[in-house]
Every structure is written in structure tokens, then in C-alpha cells.
């Protein structure tokens, strides 16, 4: 045979199969897009010019291994779908002459003629989108670019590299496929089906006893470094567990309710419920891929939504004031030759300082096991608890500080402290420093005064409010006395001082760079001495507008990530959904055709398919529902670690995803439904 034959073979078993091959191209080929796409802006994408481009494309470069994972599995397990439909024509050729080396040969044109397809469409479609990915990019960042169209020639050859590669293992598992199965086995195959599985329940206990497990640490976590080392053990035990109750769970649920007489002896749910055990080893992997992807869709886009909305608020609470400078040095009086620079500085850009706020600081790193605070990590193995999730940060200043803050008149003795916990909880009466004393506690509702750092800090806080300044240097010098025995650097009290200006974030960010540049030239010329001979303090300075670009590219960032990973994981849930409908119609099409020949009536079909629809297919919606709700204490945390600290507005954004997404997955169903309905019905025959 020519190899011209062989081309029109496949050509037309593409054409003949377009209902299953075309939503398999189009997949391929949005996929071989959005990989383009994320590869081109992660590392061939111009941000130089942008403030924070450099930060995107580290996270675009990360998604680019993601997708490129995500779609090797994810192609290769679609695939399976049309080698199953296509084994009783592979037979038929097989019958009439056709050697298993000639059907090889049919199915490596087609293969070749799907990845030319899918390779040069996707990669066209990927240069056109490209740069629209890119406008919106920048503009995420607030920068500006012209619409020129560039064309990578090194994402080119990655991309169109990667999909034939995943192409060429496809076809290899296609043809090892035709080669094991004999001619008889494929021209039965449709009819063979599965077994109907035993109820396995020891994997359903095992899935239940999983996911119980995975639902409590996701719960129970009150700390955010403990959430962040959590979230990913939790997130396998809940893949695992959701295949184990899917797969032998619902066969066990299914064999209960067949148990039920009431419910089993209806026209209705007799046939759906038959069906579905007799196949269900396939369908729960099905409907549990469902559900892991409708998962990943919600968590990626609600989250990343979140914290993008959240941009700003992040900024405020990051950078109290436009400028802010900490002083720190033995001896702290000696900051005032810095605030005359500061003045001087303003004066020269005709500028004022606003809202001024200056506070005494002291801040320590330490450990925390329920009310005792330890200077030393040795001492936490005999406390029992882990470094990682005792670390806290400690910021305490004296009371007459927060009460010139605050506008109050409180008052304290010297064994009582105000505690406000940030980033953590603290339920206890009192409260033990090492070495320090003990303190009787009143646990503050809102921050007593404003640390940047700790917004940014990966470790919760302890805010802290003592009597006077005598309690200050205690701890300062006990903690000084801890770390000299460690060989660790000594703390000192520090002085923080912010400003707010009333121009724009371009000038702050000029101003700002001038007392950089002064600071650091006072420091040089008096080799860090001042007139009377004493140390210069050590100083810190922060600008919010600086910071407000970090935010934003960071923010953005992930926000133009997790949309991309979630059309990503939204594709893949389309494409199994369609699928799982399509296969499922041709398997009961006969099942269905011969019941309608021996009496049943077109009604009472539709009630049975509605009566399986019901059962089955909308548990992977509800079970990722009730995986959010559960995952939301841990994913709260993680993005309190990033600044997102609004958890009404996480829960309003996560429910309104959510029944977006609802609704969508609610649309798709009624759109491939019909084929399965028109399958059904005989309307298409085969």
C-alpha cells in the first residue's frame, strides 16, 4: 500500500470521529498556547523597563513547568477516551485484511496529522495572544509597551520541542495498545465493558480516613509557617483520598443503595444504578479527576484574586507612613543629625512632612510554647514542640509610647502586659519570658501600634506593651546576655520614624533616593562618628512607593498566573467532562435501545439518565465545594503570610468563584448533555 492510502485512512478517521477528535484537537491546541504564551513572557518577554517585571517572570517561569507537566498527563489520559472509541473499527480493519503494522501505520498519520494541526495552530494563536498577555502584564505592573508583535524563535522551537515529544509517547502507547489486543478483542471491546467491581472497603475507609486526616490539619493549623508546610502534605492526602472514595467508595455506596429496595426497585433508578456499578471502577477515576481540577480551578483563582484585590491594603499596613527610617545604635538619643538631614532634604523639594509618629522599638526573634517564651531554640525539643512552628517575633514598646499613640491613659505595673498576637493566637492569662519574669496579660483586639516588618515577617507576632522603659532594657539585656552565649549579633532598642508626604509616588521615590544618598554620605565622611564622638545609629529606610511596585508585581504576578493555570485546569475539566458523556452515550446506547424495545418508554429513559446525572456526575461539584470550605483555614493563612489579611473578603471572593464556577460547570453539562442525550435516543448512529 502506498503511503498515500494511509494519509487518507486517517484523514478520514479524523473526519468520521470529528465528535470526539475535534474537542481533542482543540484542547491540544489551547494548551500548546497558553504554553507559549507563559513560556514566552516567564523568559523571552521585555520587562525591563517595568518596575517588578523581573519578579513576574520568576513566577511566570514557574508556571511554566506546571503547564507543561499538567498537559504531558493530561493529553496522554484524554487519549485514552479515543482509543477506546476506535477499537471496534481498528478490529473491522483488522477482520478485513488489515495487519496490526498497517493499522500502526494508519494510527501514526493520524497522530502526525493531529499534532501538525494542533503544533501550528496553537503556536499561531500563541504569537497573536502573546502580546496581548503581555499589554495586560504590564499593565498589571502599571507600566507601558507598544503593540508590536515579537515572535521568540527560541519559545518556538521549546514549545513545538515539548508537544512532540508528548505527541510521540501518545503514539507510542497507541501502538503498544493495537499490538497486545487480538482482532476479536477489539471488535468486542464495546461490548466487554468492566466488571462489575467488588465493593473494596478497605480503600474506602482508607480514603475516608484520609481525607478526615487532611480536613483536620487543614482546620486545626493556627500558625502561618505551619499552614505553609501543611497545605502541601494535605493537598496529597486529599488527591489520594478523593481516587480511593470515588473509585471504591462510590462502588460501596453504589452497592447500598442497590440494598434499598424502596429506592433500587424504580424504573428509574434500577437501570441508571446497574450501569453505573458496572462501570464505575473507570467512572470514579473519571468524576475524581473532575473534582481534583474543579478543586485547582477555585483555590487557584479565588486566591490569586484575593490577594491581587488586596494589593493595596498590603501596602498601607506593609508602609505605615510614605517614609519610614529605624534608627538603631547603643545608645539611640543620637538619631537627631539624620532628622535635620530629613528636614533638609524636604526643604530642597519644597515639600513638608505630614502625619509625623516616632516610638522607642524594641524587636527579638524568640519561640513561643503555649504561655512560655524561649531566647534559645535548643530548649524547644524539651518544651516539645518544632522550630518552625514556635518561631514568633517579639515588638514591645513602653506604655507611655502606646499611650501617645493610642490616645489613651492606660496604665500598668511592672508584672502586668499588654499582648496582642498577630499572625498567630494567644489564649493565656500570663505570659513567661525566659529568664525575664512573668507577666499577667490583657490580649489587645487591634494592633497597639505599627510595625511594617511584621506584615512582611513569614512568622506570627507578639505586640507587645510593657510599663516603662526599665522593662524594655530587662529584656533587651537578657536577650543580649542569650545571644553573646550563641555567638549570635546583639539587639538594641530602636527609634522608628515615618513620614507622610503630600506629592506623588515619582517624586517620593526621588526624595526618597536623596536621603539614601545623604545618610549613607554622613555616614562616610564622619566614618560612622558623630561630632562629639559617638556612633552614628544604624539606619533603615523604607519607601511605600517603592514598596507599592514590589506589591504589585508580586500581587500581579500570581493573579496573572493563577488565571492562566486556572483556563489551564479549566480545559481539563471541560475536555473529561465531554468525554465521560460522549463515551458513556456510545456504551449505553444499546443498553438503553433494547430497553426501549421491550417496553420502555422515551420518558422513562430521560428519568433514568437524570436519575445517574443526579447520583453521579454533579458529587465531583458538591466534593470540591466541601474541599474549599475545608481548605479555606489554611489557604487564609498562606495569604496572611502574603499580605492578605481580609478573610471576609477571601470568603466573598471564594463563594462568588465558586458559584461562577457552579454555574459554568452547570452550562457545560446542559451543552454535552445533548450529545449524550442524541446518542441515546438512536438520533446517531454508529
Avoid at 470514579?284 to 493595596?312: D, F, H, N, P, R
Amino acid at each position: 500500500m502506498k503511503g498515500g492510502f494511509y494519509i487518507r485512512i486517517a484523514r478520514d478517521g479524523i473526519m468520521k470521529n470529528r465528535k470526539l477528535y475535534f474537542p481533542y484537537i482543540l484542547t491540544c491546541i489551547c494548551m500548546i498556547m497558553m504554553f507559549y504564551i507563559v513560556y514566552y513572557l516567564g523568559i523571552c518577554a521585555d520587562f525591563t523597563q517595568v518596575r517588578g517585571g523581573d519578579m513576574l517572570k520568576s513566577f511566570l517561569g514557574l508556571g511554566v513547568f506546571v503547564i507543561a507537566i499538567f498537559s504531558l498527563i493530561f493529553l496522554y489520559y484524554t487519549n485514552s477516551f479515543l482509543i477506546r472509541r476506535r477499537q471496534k473499527e481498528f478490529g473491522l480493519y483488522n477482520i478485513l485484511g488489515m495487519g496490526k503494522r498497517n493499522l500502526v501505520k494508519v494510527l501514526v498519520w493520524e497522530n502526525m496529522l493531529t499534532a501538525v494541526i494542533s503544533i501550528a495552530a496553537g503556536l499561531v494563536l500563541g504569537i497573536l495572544f502573546a502580546k496581548l498577555a503581555e499589554l495586560a502584564s504590564i499593565r498589571l505592573l502599571g507600566g507601558e509597551t507598544g503593540f508590536t508583535i515579537h515572535v521568540d524563535k527560541r519559545a518556538l522551537i521549546v514549545t513545538a520541542a515539548l508537544f512532540m515529544a508528548i505527541f510521540l509517547l501518545i503514539m507510542l502507547r497507541m501502538v503498544f495498545y493495537i499490538f497486545r489486543l487480538r482482532p476479536v478483542e477489539l471488535l468486542k471491546s464495546e461490548n466487554v465493558g468492566e466488571k462489575p467491581p467488588k465493593a473494596n472497603w478497605v480503600l474506602a475507609l482508607l480514603g475516608a480516613a484520609l481525607l478526615i486526616c487532611a480536613y483536620y490539619l487543614a482546620v486545626a493549623v493556627i500558625d502561618p509557617m505551619s499552614a505553609m508546610v501543611i497545605f502541601f502534605f494535605a493537598v496529597i492526602m486529599v488527591i489520594i483520598a478523593t481516587y480511593f472514595l470515588f473509585i471504591a467508595g462510590s462502588v460501596a455506596l453504589c452497592k447500598l443503595l442497590q440494598k434499598k429496595k424502596n429506592y433500587y426497585y424504580k424504573t428509574k433508578h434500577f437501570v441508571s444504578l446497574s450501569s453505573m456499578v458496572y462501570r464505575m471502577k473507570r467512572n470514579g477515576a473519571g468524576l475524581a479527576s473532575i473534582c481534583i481540577l474543579s478543586t485547582m480551578v477555585l483555590v487557584t483563582v479565588s486566591s490569586t484574586v484575593c490577594l491581587w484585590v488586596q494589593t493595596e491594603d498590603g501596602v498601607q499596613k506593609r508602609y505605615p507612613h510614605d517614609i519610614m527610617m529605624e534608627f538603631t545604635s547603643s545608645d539611640y538619643s543620637e538619631t537627631q543629625v539624620y532628622k535635620e538631614l530629613v528636614d533638609g532634604v524636604l526643604t530642597e523639594y519644597g515639600e513638608t512632612a505630614e502625619a509625623e509618629e516616632t516610638f522607642h522599638l524594641y524587636s527579638a526573634g524568640a519561640y513561643q510554647f503555649q504561655d512560655q517564651i524561649t531566647l534559645r531554640w535548643d530548649h524547644l525539643a524539651s518544651l516539645g514542640v518544632g522550630e518552625m512552628e514556635a518561631m514568633r517575633a517579639l515588638y514591645i514598646i513602653p506604655l507611655d509610647e502606646y499611650n501617645r499613640i493610642s490616645g489613651g491613659n492606660r496604665e500598668l505595673s511592672g508584672d502586668e502586659m499588654l499582648v496582642y498576637p498577630y499572625k498567630t493566637d494567644y489564649e493565656y492569662d500570663t505570659l513567661t519570658i525566659e529568664e525575664c519574669g512573668t507577666w499577667n496579660v490583657e490580649v489587645l483586639d487591634s494592633e497597639p501600634f505599627s510595625v511594617g516588618s511584621a506584615q512582611a515577617d513569614m512568622v506570627g507576632s507578639l505586640f507587645m506593651v510593657v510599663k516603662d522603659m526599665s522593662v524594655m532594657e530587662q529584656i533587651r539585656e537578657t536577650c543580649n546576655k542569650i545571644a553573646s552565649d550563641s555567638d549570635m549579633s546583639l539587639n538594641y532598642i530602636e527609634e522608628n520614624y515615618g513620614i507622610d508626604l503630600a506629592c506623588d509616588d515619582e517624586k517620593q521615590i526621588e526624595i526618597y533616593n536623596t536621603m539614601v544618598e545623604r545618610f549613607s554620605a554622613l555616614a562616610e565622611e564622619n566614618d560612622g562618628m558623630t561630632e562629639d564622638g559617638a556612633d552614628l545609629p544604624h539606619y533603615r529606610l523604607d519607601s511605600k512607593a517603592l514598596g507599592r511596585t514590589d506589591y504589585i508585581s508580586i500581587n500581579g504576578g500570581l493573579f496573572f498566573l493563577g488565571v492562566m493555570l486556572g483556563t489551564v485546569f479549566l480545559f481539563g475539566t471541560v475536555l473529561i467532562m465531554y468525554y465521560k458523556q460522549i463515551s458513556e452515550g456510545y456504551e449505553d446506547q444499546n443498553r438503553f435501545d433494547i430497553l426501549m424495545k421491550v417496553g420502555m418508554s422515551r420518558k422513562e429513559v430521560r428519568q433514568s439518565i437524570n436519575s445517574q446525572v443526579l447520583t453521579v456526575f454533579f458529587l465531583p461539584l458538591i466534593t470540591a465545594g466541601v474541599h474549599l470550605a475545608f481548605a479555606f483555614p489554611l489557604i487564609s493563612m498562606i495569604l496572611l503570610l502574603m499580605s492578605a489579611t481580609e478573610e471576609s473578603l477571601l470568603i466573598i471572593v471564594t463563594v462568588c468563584c465558586y458559584l461562577i464556577f457552579a454555574l459554568f460547570y452547570v452550562i457545560v453539562y446542559g451543552i454535552t448533555s445533548r450529545s449524550y442525550y442524541t446518542i441515546i435516543s438512536g438520533k446517531e448512529k454508529r
